[in-house]
Structure formats: structure tokens, C-alpha cells
């Protein structure tokens, strides 16, 4: 029996979960991050981890990391020079992208600039047509003259995404080998490799976001990985995935697209599985960290997936746990443009210095800063006693808007809090009519250092009727990271009618994704548990121009029912857009297969039962809503089962302040998750 343990770095503070194996209990901690050293933060809390619960090193038996290092690569443009080969004709893949604008409400608006310039792309002499046939040979010289220019252009690694390479590699890895004997020692990214999808923009742009960060993520890895065995940490660490699941750090230093939003996923596994723990069936997910503020949808305590989530400015098309970024996070800073229109954020005061009161050298008032001002907050020490809340500091801060606006400090404060829900709410707006949804059917569930801050506030305006605050809220991310599944997902493009002949093919390439899956889970990852499998096609009806992924039972597959395949297309399709035509021909695009072995996962204990309402531990005077109010101020470690309060008031702990709005209801259920039901505005 040891301990294992769930690390989360986000913009302000690194958060850690800790699963005692011997009782499943779970105990948390909060550092600030280090941006300046990528890493140092997770050493330092493993030193205190030692310090405040006796955790020693030498005890950890399971490491798992979330890490943004490959994002912000993206976002910071600080990856690679990279080359890109295509097939002659193709070159303008990435300019071309989908032609579409880059704002739909902003005619001026423009596309961002491609990560690889139009000058280092080079063609490549061959052409394999959609069937996977060779139309022409694959041409050494051009090949040769590619790499020669690339290197003039003095770029660090070359991208190969060959037309239909998804159908037929060869030509792929025909140019990889003749790279390795020209340029030995030349990084060489496969298209085919990265994620062999169809669609030759969706697929390229994949594979380079992939060769962009590798040198980054792999050096990052790699220091990972030899700090931590010097601290005396002995089990291989494991990276949070995009996809919900987790791998090898071994593996993330070569398949590194596949961990470039761990950190996002991991707060949403989180909320999922306390949501499922505790019977909550629709459930809207709201992160709010330091620098941003981020939605998903939960169905019975199941995340959303899907293709295409934004990196920075770029899509890219691996399976990912669907999460939107909706506004800002606790450090973002207030702004008056010269207009004298206030503003909050994009940026953020991030860790260092930070918010004004963090007492740390900020200056530029910041969304915790408001909240400071105020009295909502600053009632305890923050962050695991990092942080003692300077009320003078904010105050200070927010002054320099309060006079350009000519407002009361007091007034500025509030402002700011609601100009950055106002920013929430029409992003979620937008989030709720792409999903169609109703947003009364839902439970928001606050999360992160700021989450539960906001939380209600933002409900009342999006008319949400309940708040879920866990337990652990400020880490529930690293919870979710340490709580993760080994999982992975394999695809292969078929692009055939959905006939009698596609249904036994499909047969044949799930076996082969099978075989390869179990082989990459027991093998690869050493899992010997029982492994849980999942398989989908995405399919269309013949004409359209993109598909939908729908889940298949294997049944159907071995008994060749393709009646039974077809119906289960119809009917995701008439439950997504509200109609179905079972007379139209139907296509099969990708076959999917996602495997996955189960982690230990925490008990949620029951809370000793209380009765009544609960003591407060003091009170504050506090501004919300325009008025100032007597605010009860409650200790979470107080509380107890059953036992219920009126807002307004404030719930003090360790990792996160919770804010309850007027007339708001708090019920603590039985395992100590707070139930708001929010009094509408």
C-alpha cells in the first residue's frame, strides 16, 4: 500500500491530490506555479506533501501530471521551425485552411498565420489515389531536393502529410527512411502516424501542431522524469491525455499531440466523477482557475467528446473530453480602454506577481482583487496558507479604475465582477444553442480557486436553478488526473457504403484495432485488469459533407447486422438534428475503437450528520448586489450532513472561498458537497 498522487498546474497555483491506498481517503494541497520553472512546483509540493501529511516520497506508488506546456507551446508560438512536405500541387494546405472567417460577427477579421510559413513547405513528387493505389511512384529526387531546401531554410524538423497517406502510408515512410540516410538525425513527423484521418487539412494541421511541440513537451518530460526519481519518486510518471485517459510520460515525449489539453480534461473527469457519485444526471462543469474560466456538459456522469477543440488559434481533430473556454480567470485584469469602457482580461497577473492582494508585487486590479474589495473574500488564509489576503493592496489596485471611471472603489469592484460574468454568460449562451440545450435542466458545478467564488452569480444570470460545490473544489483537476482511466483511441478510414461487403470489412478492422488496442494497454502501459472497449463509426448519408460518430455494439458486427448498424446511425441522427430519412443510402467514413482500463478511484465518505442550521464562525460586512450586507462566514470543515443556510454568506477553506448569493439556499448532502439552490435575480 502507498499513496498516489495527482498533480495540476495551472496559471496561478499547482495543485495536488493524494489517494492513501490503504483507506482511499484523499488529502489536497496548493503551491503557486512556476512558470519561470516549469517543474520546480511539483517538487516543492512534493517536499511539503512530506512535511504537512508525512507523505514521503519513497511511499508514491502512482504519479500522475497535467500539464499546459504543450498548449501554451502553441499559444506562445515558441515550438520548432518546422518543414512541411506534401504531395506537388498541395502546398497551400495550411493557407487554404477551410476558408472560413475567423470571426462569423467580424467582417475584418483575419485567420491566423500558419504555423509552418508558406515558404518552408517543399512538394514531394507522388500521388496515391482514394483508394489507396499508387498513381505515381514516389520520386527520390524531389524527395532529396525537399530536404536540401529545408535545411537552407535552416528548419529544426520536417511534417510529411502526403495526399490519402490515411488509405496508404508507404510514400509516408518511403520519406521518412530516405530522411533518415540524407539527414540523419533530422526530426520527421508522420501524418499517418500522428492521427491518420481523412480530410487533408484537418489531418496536417494535426500532425504539425504535433511536430511544433515535441521538443518542448519531450524536454519537459524528460526533466520531469529525472527530477522526480531524484526526489526519490520511483513508479514512471503518467501524463492526463486530451482524451480523458492517461499515458506513459515515456510515451508523451513521442505522442505528445495526444496530452496537448490534459490539463482542461482532467478538471472535467473530475466533475464527472462526482457527479456520477452523486446521482446528478445533467451537470454544466465551471473551471475557473487563474487565467480562465472553462464549460463542459456532463450526462450521467459521463463527459461530452468530440473533434476539434481550439489550441490557441488552430483546431485540432484528436478525440478530446469537449470543453469550451468561457472567460476569464481570478487573476485577469481589469481594464479601462480610451473610451472609458471597462474591461476585463485576456491577461492575467497569473502567478507572479499575481493579484494585487496576494501581497506579491501585483499592482493592476485584478477579478480576486474585486471580490477582495468586496469583503467576499480575504476572511482566511488562501491556498493551503500560501496567500494572506491584502484588502489594503486591493483596494489600491481597483482605485486606479475607480478614477478613471469616477466611481467609488466599492462601485468599481462590483463592476468589474459583473463586466467578467457578463463575458461567462454570453459565452455560455453560445455554448448552450450549439448543444441545444436548457440550461434550468442543468446543475453548474463550481470548480477550481475561483469557481465556487462565482459561481452563483453566474447561475442566477444564465437562470440555472442549482450550484454544486465539491468538497475539494480548488483541486478537483489534479483529483481528476489522479483518477483517470489508461485509455486510448484507434482509428481507421474506410469511406465505403454501409452494404453487406462493409459490415464484414468492418469485422476484419475492428479485430486488427482491437488487437492493436489490447497490445498497447497490457503491453505499453502494464495494465492486468480487465480492459472495457468501445467501438463507433463516424457515418453520413451519402451527399453530406461531414458525419457523426455513432456507437456500435460489437454483437451487431460478429452477427453482420447491418440493419441494426443503420438504424443506430438513424437514430443518433434524428436525436441530433430532428430528422432522419431510413430510405437514404448511408456511408461509413471511420471506424473507431476506444479501450480503457479502469484506475482505483476514491471513496466518498459519508459525513457525520448534523442538525439544524450550522454555527457561523464569524461575521463580515460584504457587498452584493449594490448594498452591503451582514455576511455570516462558515468554516467547511464545520459542516455537516443534512444542515442547511441562507444566503448571502461565505464558505471559508483551505483551497477555495464559496460565495452564496441572497436568498440563496445551501444544503450539505451526505458526503459534504455543497447544494445551492440559487434565488433568481
Known amino acids: 500500500m502507498g499513496y498516489r498522487v495527482g498533480v495540476d498546474i495551472g496559471g496561478s497555483f499547482t495543485d495536488f491530490a493524494v489517494l492513501d491506498e490503504a483507506d482511499n481517503s484523499i488529502r489536497s494541497l496548493k503551491v503557486f506555479s512556476r512558470p519561470d520553472q516549469p517543474g520546480a512546483e511539483v517538487l516543492h509540493g512534493m517536499r511539503l506533501l512530506e512535511e504537512r501529511y508525512g507523505i514521503a516520497p519513497a511511499a508514491v506508488s502512482y504519479f500522475t501530471h497535467g500539464t499546459t506546456v504543450g498548449i501554451n507551446t502553441v499559444i506562445q508560438r515558441k515550438g520548432l521551425k518546422l518543414a512541411l512536405f506534401t504531395t506537388r500541387h498541395f502546398e497551400d494546405v495550411l493557407e487554404l485552411a477551410r476558408l472560413k472567417i475567423a470571426d462569423m460577427y467580424n467582417l475584418f477579421s483575419r485567420r491566423p498565420t500558419p504555423l509552418v510559413a508558406r515558404d518552408r513547405v517543399f512538394p514531394i513528387d507522388e500521388r496515391i489515389d482514394a483508394d489507396g493505389s499508387v498513381l505515381t511512384p514516389l520520386d527520390r529526387a524531389s524527395v532529396e531536393a525537399a530536404l536540401a531546401a529545408a535545411s537552407a531554410k535552416g528548419c529544426e524538423a520536417v511534417v510529411v502529410s502526403l495526399l490519402h497517406c490515411y488509405r496508404n502510408p508507404a510514400h509516408e515512410r518511403a520519406v521518412k527512411a530516405i530522411a533518415a540516410e540524407v539527414a540523419p538525425g533530422l526530426p520527421?513527423?508522420?501524418?499517418?502516424?500522428?492521427?491518420?484521418?481523412?480530410?487533408?487539412?484537418?489531418?496536417?494541421?494535426?500532425?504539425?501542431?504535433?511536430?511544433?511541440?515535441?521538443?518542448?513537451?519531450?524536454?519537459?518530460?524528460?526533466?520531469?522524469?529525472?527530477?522526480?526519481?531524484?526526489?526519490?519518486?520511483?513508479?514512471?510518471?503518467?501524463?492526463?491525455?486530451?482524451?480523458?485517459?492517461?499515458?506513459?510520460?515515456?510515451?508523451?515525449?513521442?505522442?505528445?499531440?495526444?496530452?496537448?489539453?490534459?490539463?482542461?480534461?482532467?478538471?472535467?473527469?473530475?466533475?464527472?466523477?462526482?457527479?456520477?457519485?452523486?446521482?446528478?444526471?445533467?451537470?454544466?462543469?465551471?473551471?475557473?482557475?487563474?487565467?480562465?474560466?472553462?464549460?463542459?456538459?456532463?450526462?450521467?456522469?459521463?463527459?461530452?467528446?468530440?473533434?476539434?477543440?481550439?489550441?490557441?488559434?488552430?483546431q485540432i481533430f484528436i478525440p478530446s473530453v469537449s470543453v469550451s473556454s468561457i472567460g476569464e480567470g481570478g487573476g485577469s485584469i481589469a481594464w479601462v480602454d480610451e473610451l472609458g469602457v471597462l474591461k476585463v482580461g485576456p491577461e492575467s497577473a497569473g502567478s507572479n506577481p499575481g493579484p494585487a492582494c496576494y501581497g506579491r508585487g501585483g499592482t493592476r486590479p485584478t477579478i480576486t482583487d474585486a471580490f477582495a474589495v468586496c469583503g467576499l473574500i480575504g476572511h482566511g488564509a488562501l491556498g493551503y496558507d500560501a496567500v494572506k489576503v491584502d484588502a489594503?493592496?486591493?483596494?489600491?489596485?481597483?482605485?486606479?479604475?475607480?478614477?478613471?471611471?469616477?466611481?467609488?472603489?466599492?462601485?468599481?469592484?462590483?463592476?468589474?465582477?459583473?463586466?467578467?460574468?457578463?463575458?461567462?454568460?454570453?459565452?455560455?449562451?453560445?455554448?448552450?444553442?450549439?448543444?441545444?440545450?436548457?440550461p434550468?435542466?442543468?446543475?453548474?458545478?463550481?470548480?477550481?480557486?475561483?469557481?465556487?467564488?462565482?459561481?452563483?452569480?453566474?447561475?442566477?444570470?444564465?437562470?440555472?436553478?442549482?450550484?454544486?460545490?465539491?468538497?475539494?473544489?480548488?483541486?478537483?483537476?489534479?483529483?481528476?488526473?489522479?483518477?483517470?482511466?489508461?485509455?486510448?483511441?484507434?482509428?481507421?478510414?474506410?469511406?465505403?457504403?454501409?452494404?453487406?461487403?462493409?459490415?464484414?470489412?468492418?469485422?476484419t478492422?475492428?479485430?486488427?484495432?482491437?488487437?492493436?488496442?489490447?497490445?498497447?494497454?497490457?503491453?505499453?502501459?502494464?495494465?492486468?485488469?480487465?480492459?472495457?472497449v468501445r467501438l463507433s463509426a463516424d457515418m453520413r448519408y451519402r451527399g453530406q459533407s461531414f458525419e457523426i460518430e455513432v456507437p456500435l455494439e460489437a454483437a451487431w458486427i460478429a452477427a453482420g447486422d447491418r440493419a441494426a448498424i443503420a438504424e443506430a446511425f438513424h437514430r443518433e441522427h434524428e436525436t441530433l438534428f430532428g430528422h432522419a430519412d431510413r430510405a437514404a443510402a448511408v456511408q461509413a467514413i471511420n471506424l473507431r475503437l476506444v479501450i480503457a482500463g479502469s484506475t482505483p478511484k476514491p471513496a466518498l465518505p459519508a459525513l457525520a450528520a448534523g442538525e439544524g442550521a450550522p454555527a457561523p464562525a464569524g461575521h463580515a460586512t460584504?457587498?452584493?448586489d449594490g448594498a452591503d450586507h451582514a455576511v455570516p462566514l462558515y468554516r467547511r470543515a464545520d459542516l455537516r450532513a443534512g444542515q442547511r443556510f441562507v444566503g448571502p454568506a461565505v464558505v471559508l477553506q483551505d483551497d477555495c472561498t464559496t460565495v452564496v448569493t441572497p436568498g440563496s439556499t445551501v444544503t450539505v448532502d451526505p458526503f459534504g458537497n455543497l447544494l445551492i439552490q440559487v434565488q433568481p435575480l
Request: proline residues 4%; aromatic residues 6%.
Open 188 to 314: 520527421v513527423i508522420l501524418s499517418s502516424d500522428v492521427w491518420p484521418i481523412i480530410r487533408e487539412y484537418e489531418r496536417t494541421i494535426t500532425a504539425a501542431i504535433s511536430g511544433y511541440v515535441q521538443p518542448r513537451v519531450a524536454h519537459y518530460l524528460g526533466s520531469l522524469q529525472a527530477a522526480l526519481k531524484t526526489a526519490g519518486v520511483a513508479p514512471e510518471p503518467r501524463i492526463t491525455k486530451s482524451n480523458g485517459g492517461v499515458m506513459t510520460a515515456e510515451q508523451g515525449k513521442s505522442d505528445c499531440i495526444q496530452m496537448i489539453l490534459s490539463g482542461t480534461a482532467s478538471g472535467v473527469i473530475g466533475a464527472s466523477f462526482i457527479a456520477g457519485s452523486c446521482g446528478l444526471k445533467r451537470v454544466m462543469s465551471l473551471d475557473i482557475g487563474g487565467t480562465s474560466a472553462d464549460v463542459a456538459l456532463i450526462h450521467d456522469g459521463r463527459p461530452q467528446y468530440g473533434v476539434g477543440e481550439l489550441i490557441g488559434e488552430f
Open 509 to 532: 478492422i475492428f479485430a486488427e484495432l482491437g488487437a492493436r488496442a489490447r497490445a498497447w494497454l497490457h503491453d505499453e502501459q502494464g495494465y492486468r485488469g480487465v480492459a472495457d
Open 440 to 507: 434550468r435542466e442543468y446543475a453548474l458545478m463550481g470548480f477550481g480557486g475561483a469557481g465556487p467564488m462565482m459561481a452563483c452569480i453566474l447561475a442566477r444570470e444564465l437562470k440555472v436553478p442549482q450550484v454544486v460545490v465539491p468538497t475539494t473544489p480548488g483541486v478537483l483537476s489534479a483529483l481528476g488526473g489522479l483518477i483517470a482511466d489508461m485509455k486510448n483511441d484507434f482509428i481507421r478510414t474506410v469511406y465505403c457504403p454501409l452494404d453487406d461487403a462493409a459490415v464484414a470489412t468492418m469485422g
Open 392 to 438: 489594503a493592496a486591493a483596494r489600491a489596485a481597483v482605485a486606479t479604475v475607480a478614477d478613471r471611471l469616477g466611481v467609488p472603489v466599492e462601485d468599481a469592484a462590483e463592476a468589474i465582477i459583473k463586466v467578467s460574468v457578463a463575458g461567462m454568460y454570453a459565452e455560455v449562451s453560445g455554448l448552450v444553442s450549439r448543444f441545444g440545450i436548457d
Open 622 to 624: 460584504a457587498r452584493l
